[in-house]
């Protein structure tokens, strides 16, 4: 039975080429044109194909893997449920969700993990899950790291809720470093951010809305690399978002800790006046930043001082977001705009292809052990086939996320997801679905 | 007519030429309310609603006068009362008061965007009387009034606002008009309570009375919340009214016809000295509550008549 699917497989009985595509390589860092076959759910070398895909010049690349997605379950899955989560990473290209544990309950425990993970099988594209880094994000004491990392999490955050007492944290850190579990930080000072909706000057000022200094991010980021330098932990800080706390990262790197760190697609295309009159789906945590902060972060990502690019997916609904702004929830949804928005940074001439493709595929995938993020031979076929520059005015209302916060309704954007594949199988086909 | 818009939610969006032409109006309100012609029709008819989510006596009850003195029907709504301990929302409030179809909604709020939001939603006209720590339109128009019917002129003069700048929406509203009229604006308070990046908007920063008050025109004192004292913004009341209140020495510096002001409620002793509030050679306090009367009148007028325009 066995022999007879792998000979069905070296016979191209399930294999499938990819022809004529612009293919992204994130690991050399090129792009060339040129075919690409899939055999047994992996990448294969050239051989019989039963199946020909026509790219048409079109870009081929690894699937997305997007740290940090927030789907409602447990608890809230009238906002957001694996199912529309996984329905709209396939859209957007996302191939692995890399969910928060920042549920009803917190996933603090390695049966709530469990539970979660029977949930996750509802979602097209894979999901891997993280664990809080504390028990109910209390920052009081730590959860049983060894245990959920047997249950399948592939990293600890108690994200926003920064721990705050140092000797804690720096205590879960050496723990956690023992069994090389990754630890995601939040940098922030929890101090100067609280209460704070909105980054602090001139506009903040202007709308009279509490804001927190660029500043809360660079104590953060100090603070978080000194534990991790003195505990060897592998860290990641969840979003670098302005130039204040790049030069500590830059001087960490350079004396090699094992740390890596992240930004959000909305900090790197949106700023703080984007807020406008008081526009709720532009509220985000951290808040978005000045313009000079922007830049500096884009720049980070393209000479890769920041790693990884999220769409820090957080489904809010609208009942949630249709209050006074400093009452209203925070957070956007982003997994099916992450592709669209990445490519406002091509198109501007700060960054190519290939290399962005390292921050949204190659880098978060490596960072977490996951197999993918690369179009080598053997690799997982996780692919996404899109154009670079179909233009289209997104709609909030086509989204196919339970929720509709999107800070993008109504812009342009270019670069459309034509097809999704996980493991070989397409879970997207837009042209079948616009049929 | 140049007045165009719809609401009057801030200063920020308003032209000179409409701010010219709301004190113009409110001015003919003045003189005509002191001759005793207290029975206007300009919005007779009309239904105003006063929505306070915090609480005013001065400031409900000003537009409440301003209302029935130019023939509105008046009603007032204390929404810490009501439905906000049901769980309702603003906006849920907001529709629910629409679908009975005021004309004009005079909105007080604890949060900064309350009056924006609520304007999106309705089909009449909102007056923003303060919404958290963004503007109080009115009360800066009611200053500007006062200011110009002393010193005969509304540019060209050198205002000290002092005190608590970043809790303060009508520090925002005034330093906004004055700068849009031409003025020289100093803020002046201990850092604390100094918004950051204020500077940007064109204005001098002191923490230093003596020197923010040289040749000022004009010395606008602004209320100390009580909650301030406790949170580590200044050490104690006695050491900011050392520092920061207003009494005979520290106006010295300013010129000597300069006037003194004050939005009210005061804290006596703590950020003005009693008998300089009461002077009536220096402070201009009870004129300017007698303008917000005027400046609401014309406010409300104005925009009544752009809702029977674009009806």
Not at chain 1, 31 to 50: F, H, K, S, T, Y
Not at chain 1, 388 to 401: E, G
Not at chain 2, 28 to 57: C, I, K, P
Request: charge should be neutral; include cysteine; aromatic fraction near 4%.
């Amino acid at each position: 039975m066995r022999r007879g699917r792998a000979d069905a497989i070296a016979g191209g009985m399930d294999a499938t080429l990819f022809a004529d595509a612009r293919l992204i390589d994130p690991v050399s860092g090129t792009e060339r044109r040129g075919d690409l076959r899939v055999a047994g759910g992996r990448i294969a070398g050239p051989g019989p194909a039963a199946e020909r895909i026509d790219c048409r010049g079109r870009c081929l690349a690894p699937g997305l893997v997007d740290i940090g997605v927030k789907v409602g379950e447990p608890g809230e899955r009238h906002k957001e449920s694996f199912r529309t989560a996984g329905a709209a990473a396939a859209r957007g290209g996302v191939t692995t969700m890399v969910v928060r544990p920042d549920t009803i309950p917190v996933i603090d425990a390695p049966e709530l993990l469990e539970q979660a993970r029977g949930r996750a099988a509802e979602s097209p594209v894979r999901v891997r899950h993280m664990a809080t880094l504390t028990r109910g994000r209390a920052g009081r004491e730590m959860v049983e790291i060894g245990f959920l990392r047997d249950a399948g999490a592939v990293a600890f955050s108690d994200g926003t809720h920064v721990v705050r007492d140092t000797r804690i944290l720096s205590r879960c850190l050496t723990y956690a470093r023992s069994l090389g579990a990754l630890v995601i930080g939040h940098p922030q000072d929890p101090g100067l951010s609280a209460g704070a909706v909105i980054t602090s000057g001139k506009f903040a000022s202007l709308r009279g809305l509490p804001g927190v200094s660029p500043l809360a991010e660079r104590m953060g980021v100090e603070r978080d690399l000194a534990l991790a330098g003195a505990t060897g932990v592998a860290y990641h800080l969840d979003q670098v978002t302005c130039a204040a706390g790049l030069p500590a990262l830059r001087r960490a790197k350079a004396e090699g800790l094992d740390v890596t760190a992240g930004t959000s697609i909305h900090h790197l295309t949106l700023n703080v006046l984007d807020v406008a009159d008081y526009r709720t789906f532009f509220k985000v945590v951290p808040p978005l930043r000045e313009e000079d902060d922007r830049l500096a972060t884009v720049e980070a990502l393209a000479d890769g001082t920041i790693d990884v690019i999220s769409s820090m997916h957080t489904p809010q609904d609208e009942e949630s977001k249709r209050l006074p702004f400093e009452e209203a929830a925070p957070g956007a949804v982003g997994l099916e705009t992450l592709l669209p928005a990445a490519m406002r940074l091509v198109h501007g001439g700060h960054i190519d292809l290939p290399i962005l493709w390292r921050a949204l595929s190659r880098n978060p995938a490596r960072r977490l052990g996951l197999e993918g993020g690369t179009l080598e031979v053997g690799a997982p076929a996780d692919l996404v086939l899109f154009d670079p520059d179909a233009p289209f005015v997104l709609d909030r209302w086509t989204l196919a996320s339970k929720s509709k916060n999107t800070p993008f309704d109504g812009a342009r954007m270019e670069g459309r997801v034509i097809g999704t594949w996980v493991g070989g199988v397409r879970v997207w086909d837009r042209d079948a679905a616009h049929a | 007519m140049s007045f165009r818009h719809r609401h009057l939610l801030g200063i920020e969006p308003l032209r000179p030429a409409e701010i010219t032409e709301l004190l113009d109006l409110a001015q003919h309100y003045a003189e005509a309310t002191r001759r005793g012609d207290t029975h206007g029709t300009a919005l007779a008819g009309l239904t105003q609603v006063n929505m306070f989510f915090e609480n005013s006596t001065r400031t409900q009850a000003s537009f409440e006068i301003a209302g029935k003195r130019l023939g509105a029907d008046v009603m007032n709504m204390a929404m810490q009362a009501s439905s906000l301990n049901k769980g309702e929302t603003l906006i849920d409030t907001a529709l629910t008061l629409n679908a009975m179809r005021p004309d004009l909604l005079v909105v007080r709020h604890p949060h900064s965007g309350a009056a924006n939001l609520l304007a999106e939603k309705v089909n009449c006209a909102v007056l923003n009387a303060g919404d958290g720590r963004h503007e109080h339109p009115t009360q800066a128009l009611l200053d500007a009034l006062t200011i110009r019917r002393a010193k005969g002129r509304l540019h060209r003069l050198t205002v000290a606002i002092c005190g608590d700048i970043a809790h303060s929406r009508v520090a925002r509203s005034n330093l906004i008009l004055l700068g849009k009229m031409e003025n020289r604006v100093r803020l002046v308070g201990p850092p604390t309570l100094m918004p950051a990046g204020v500077e940007a908007l064109g204005v001098e920063v002191t923490d230093d009375m003596a020197e923010g008050l040289r040749d000022a025109d004009v010395v606008m004192m602004l209320r100390l919340q009580r909650e301030r004292m406790d949170g580590a913004f200044i050490p104690s009341e006695r050491e900011y009214f050392h520092r920061f209140g207003l009494d005979a020495g520290k106006l010295r510096h300013a010129r000597p016809d300069a006037i003194v002001m004050h939005p009210g409620p005061m804290n006596r002793g703590v950020e003005i000295d009693g008998t300089l509030a009461d002077d009536i050679n220096r402070s201009v306090i009870q004129e300017q509550v007698e303008m917000g009367v005027a400046v609401r009148m014309a406010a409300m007028d104005i925009l009544a008549r752009n809702l029977r325009a674009g009806a």
